[in-house]
């Protein structure tokens, strides 16, 4: 659980340096799944990379990001987050999200985010 530990600690620091394509290319799996609340997943790393690009293209301001809490189980991570930022489409958001990663191969292969709307 421990290289789990250093891992999403590592993927947390990039994100917050501005590199979160950086770690997306650098841990997430080439078949990854990624979905938002219950919505439709999007599969495979080339789609789920054009949503991520997407969005921090449509951030014009951002006031904050940062890991709230980490917690490490067997083959799981899960980071809660402090967001508040400006979207272009959504105007101002400041909320906390929970974003549950499933590890395989030292990577991650499929990731769900918890938020209110």
């Known amino acids: ?5 250093e891992k999403i600690t590592d993927l947390n620091d990039l994100v917050l340096q501005g590199k979160a ?3 997306f290319d650098k841990y997430y799996h080439d078949t990854v799944v990624m979905q938002e609340n219950e919505n439709q997943p999007t599969v495979g790393k080339e789609a789920n ?4 690009e997407e969005f921090f293209s449509s951030i014009t301001e951002l006031r904050s990001a940062r890991p709230l809490k980490v917690t490490v ?7 809660q987050w402090q967001y508040d930022y400006t979207h272009k489409d959504w105007g101002v958001k400041n909320y906390t999200q929970v974003s549950v990663q499933e590890w395989q191969d030292g990577q ?3 990731e769900q985010f918890f938020y209110g709307n």
């Open 49 to 52: 990379r054009l949503r991520e």
């Open 73 to 79: 189980g067997e083959g799981i991570t899960m980071v």
């Open 1 to 5: 659980m421990s290289q789990l530990l």
């Open 21 to 23: 394509l950086e770690a």
């Open 108 to 110: 991650i292969i499929k």
